[in-house]
Nanobody
Framework: QVQLVESGGGLVQSGGSLRLSCAAS????????MGWYRQAPGKQRELVAT???????NYADSVKGRFTISRDNAKNTVYLQMNSLKPEDTAVYYC?????????WGQGTQVTVSS
């Protein structure tokens, strides 16, 4: 099994930046992609960004040009650099690890952007 631990959330003003981290442990060799999702109150969980084991990235249109996903394979960690944050980015952000046997999720980290 894979365990994921997120960190880096918090409160920031509109226009500010945050960097989220997600450390993976356990059966990490089974992971073929990792990503970040978010869920705002009253809304469904949505994809923010993903990165494959080969480094290919994909972003939601709403965050393109503002967010950057990256990974450090030596540390088994995925990052989400969030710049030019907007109040509508406020949500709980979840780390996800995709495996053939199914997805693993972190516990989530709150990001709040004040206007």
């Amino acid at each position: 099994q894979v365990q994921l631990v997120e960190s880096g959330g918090g409160l920031v003003q509109s226009g500010g930046s945050l960097r989220l981290s997600c450390a993976a442990s356990g059966s990490i060799f089974r992971i073929y992609a990792m990503g970040w999702y978010r869920q705002a109150p009253g809304k469904q969980r949505e994809l923010v960004a993903t990165i494959t084991s080969r480094g290919y990235t994909n972003y939601a249109d709403s965050v393109k040009g503002r967010f950057t996903i990256s990974r450090d394979n030596a540390k088994n960690t995925v990052y989400l650099q969030m710049n030019s944050l907007k109040p509508e980015d406020t949500a709980v952000y979840y780390c996800n690890a995709a495996q053939l046997s199914g997805a693993a999720w972190g516990q989530g980290t709150q990001v709040t952007v004040s206007s």
